[in-house]
């Protein structure tokens, strides 16, 4: 019997345990839910002030690029039906252990990403919420990413269904949230006002490229459709429609969110409320503020567009992008512990799955404490309390070397699907495939080369620390799994 045959039929059991029980909706609702987390004003209001509202151009050309390797994704939902994603993929093609590093990078980097959301909800929370609720200052700030961890795990416990209801409903929310930031601000749309920034910027080819290439990572929440493929139903026909489904939707808000932030710049009177609101110099230092404090600035534009109220509206919407967005990734980064613990690479006990609630409970478990460990190192421990800047003598990793450490972990995974593809073409040519990618060899390289540039791209703190997760991946296989 060979490997990959042995892989199926282990798998099989545990499968076979997984009730299909997410929907189109709730598939669709995962990848938005991970792909609009609380940056996407930051990034837009940064976005615009780079290039005006070419930054619309930009995401649009980011979400081009990105469907390069969500075809791929696409492509083998349809053959291997699996919980696992990308990791799934690639030790299907490839047949080999090595696959079992492809893996060890999203086992880590979804956790870091459910760091990352929690840090970003712990910090809005306690420069938002915390006043307003008049909470004592002496409570630790991080006490809510706690809190909020524990419930998304608590949920994930109960089970796939309860945690894509969950799903879904946070999501809606969010997005209708957004919707209404976004009503407040196009009633105040000007046409000549989008079409001068745009003209203006039109011929920046290069500023355009690169702000491209910084909202990139925005739409890579397909993966985390994927990796629940063995719990989603129909998933030849639903997974390959929630990819393109989320991908479309995000980007149609990003573009409109843009298109109020140029309106919002270019507004004297909302420049003069900035102004007078966090005590600038003058409109031109507002400009500039938006660009360096997105979130900020983009909730009071929605108090300036929608009343007092508007203020509290952006920052719950910001807030519960969070909580979509890590429910998404821990719900996926247990599923690929799951995957890999059916081929052998992980320990037989992260197998274990509740008859009654159908929950892989201790991929679940694990994912949670890996995901609090990060949200510790980085969040808290190297981190200076939020408001505050640390002493430039001390380490501090923070925000920024967090995500770009999840970012490190995730698309070095996703350069190894595109690979998997071409691969798959030339092992299996007569194999029934339901959805194709049109161009292959091409189409598949583009997305990994443009993985792999964003890769080099990266702060050099955070290469540098998952390299090293790397290495400790290599040590644990040999001392505990070979």
Request: proline share 4%.
């Amino acid at each position: 019997m060979t490997q990959s045959e042995e892989t199926r039929r282990s798998g099989g059991a545990v499968e076979e345990r997984l009730e299909r029980n997410i929907g189109l909706l709730g598939a669709t609702s995962i990848g938005v839910g991970t792909m609009i987390a609380g940056g996407i004003f930051v990034l837009s209001g940064l976005a615009v002030a780079t290039v005006g509202a070419a930054a619309a151009v930009s995401f649009g050309l980011a979400a081009l690029v990105a469907s390069f390797t969500a075809l791929s994704y696409a492509e083998f939902a349809t053959i291997y039906t699996v919980d696992g994603g990308g990791y799934a993929y690639v030790a299907e093609v490839f047949d080999s252990d090595l696959s079992y590093l492809v893996g060890w990078l999203m086992i880590l980097g979804y956790p870091a990403s459910a760091a990352f959301y929690l840090a970003s909800f712990t910090d809005w929370f306690a420069r938002f919420i915390w006043p307003a609720l008049a909470l004592p200052a002496a409570l630790p700030f991080w006490i809510p990413g706690v809190v909020v961890l524990s419930v998304l795990v608590a949920i994930n416990l109960a089970g796939a269904k309860e945690s894509g209801k969950f799903q879904i409903v946070v999501t809606g929310l969010k997005v209708a949230l957004i919707a209404l930031f976004l009503f407040g601000g196009i009633r105040a749309f000007q046409a000549d006002v989008v079409a001068t920034s745009l003209s203006t910027h039109a011929t920046q080819f290069g500023d355009v490229a690169l702000t491209s290439a910084l909202v990139f990572i925005t739409f890579f929440g397909f993966e985390a459709i994927a990796t629940n493929e063995g719990e989603i139903e129909s998933p030849e026909r639903t997974v390959p429609r929630a990819i393109f489904l989320s991908i479309g939707l995000v980007t149609l808000l990003y573009v409109l969110v843009v298109l109020v932030v140029v309106v919002a710049i270019n507004d004297g009177a909302f420049l003069a409320f900035l102004v007078e609101r966090t005590g600038l110099a003058s409109q031109e230092a507002a400009t500039s503020f938006i660009a360096e404090h997105g979130e900020v600035a983009m909730a009071r534009a929605a108090q300036f567009y929608l009343g007092p109220a508007g203020f509290y509206i952006f920052v719950g919407g910001a807030l519960l992008s969070m909580l979509s967005a890590a429910n998404a990734t821990v719900l996926a980064g247990s599923r690929v512990k799951l995957a890999m613990a059916e081929r052998d690479h992980l320990p037989e006990s992260i197998e274990q799955i509740d008859e009654r609630t159908g929950s892989p409970t201790v991929a679940v478990a694990v994912t949670g404490g890996l995901g609090l460990l990060f949200f510790l190192v980085f969040g808290v421990i190297f981190a200076a309390p939020p408001g505050e800047t640390a002493p430039e003598s001390s380490l501090v990793l923070g925000l920024e070397s967090l995500a770009h450490f999840a970012d490190f972990m995730l698309l070095g995974g996703l350069a190894f699907v595109n690979v998997a593809l071409i691969q798959s073409r030339r092992k299996y040519p007569d194999r029934k495939r339901r959805f194709r990618v049109p161009g292959v060899p091409w189409v598949p390289l583009l997305g990994a080369a443009s993985t792999l540039v964003l890769l080099a791209s990266l702060e050099h703190v955070s290469i540098v620390l998952g390299v090293g997760a790397v290495v400790v991946g290599v040590v644990f296989w040999f001392a505990v799994l070979d």
